[in-house]
């Protein structure tokens, strides 16, 4: 199972960027996908996931300003932020779940004020 991530980058405050991340090896659009970010010193914090049928859950940080969507015809999830603020700085992971939690590589997204 490979997840790739990319989509980061550096924009100021107010800014936005579309993070996607590609899924390979396994059955994509039966699997909930999540995005976790984790700021320099603070542990890796769920974003926002959105299951098999659709349905998302965002943490209350993002709600209104993020937005989770997948694509399955293309194995690939994607996360649209928008409103940025610099608390936003994190490197950004898109993750699954089959036996263990499996991780993609991190996209950093840095927002200056």
């Known amino acids: 199972v490979q997840l790739q991530a990319c989509g980061g980058g550096l924009v100021r405050a107010g800014g936005s960027l579309r993070l996607s991340c590609e899924v390979s090896?396994?059955?994509?659009?039966?699997?909930?996908m999540g995005w976790y970010r984790q700021a320099p010193g603070k542990q890796r914090e769920l974003v926002a996931n959105i299951d098999s049928g659709g349905s998302t859950n965002y943490a209350d940080s993002v709600k209104g300003r993020f937005t989770i969507s997948r694509d399955n015809a293309k194995n690939t999830v994607y996360l649209e932020v928008n409103s940025l603020k610099p608390e936003d700085t994190a490197v950004y992971y898109c993750q699954t779940f089959t036996y263990v939690d499996v991780w993609g590589n991190g996209t950093q997204v840095t927002v200056s004020s």
């Open positions: 090896g396994i059955i994509f659009r039966l699997q909930r």
